[in-house]
């Protein structure tokens, strides 16, 4: 299963993926968070129910990051994820303690 549902809200928007985020998924999501952003308000990318993010995923949300947008998620691997690319761990909706990315931002790799 994959979705990705967006919410406009009056101060910002939420795109929200459920599923898988690698493949030809890729482009799904890129294009909706560009459309997205193409709005001017802020946008908020939320990883809802994402069991797996491949390498051409993680280099998304590099990009997506570096575009302005603000990486949330929920669940141990996509928290530690967006710790990962946030080192602050500020975007992280987890409450989980998993490690940190020792204050290296993954970004760098992609």
Do not use: W
């Not at 990705?4 to 809200?9: C, D, H, I, W």
């Not at 990051?65 to 998620?73: E, N, P, Q, S």
């Not at 990962?84 to 909706?93: D, F, I, Q, T, W």
């Amino acid at each position: 299963m994959f979705r990705v549902s967006k919410a406009e809200e009056r101060l910002s928007t939420i795109v929200t993926i459920d599923g898988e985020l690698s493949g030809d998924r890729i482009e799904v999501v890129e294009t909706s968070c560009d459309q997205a952003l193409s709005t001017g308000k802020p946008v908020h990318l939320f990883l809802r129910d994402v069991s797996t993010v491949d390498q051409a995923g993680r280099a998304l949300l590099c990009r997506l990051a570096a575009k302005g947008v603000r990486l949330l998620a929920s669940g141990v691997y996509t928290s530690y994820l967006v710790r990962a690319l946030n080192p602050s761990g500020k975007e992280s909706l987890s409450s989980s303690n998993a490690g940190g990315a020792g204050g290296k931002n993954s970004c760098s790799e992609y």
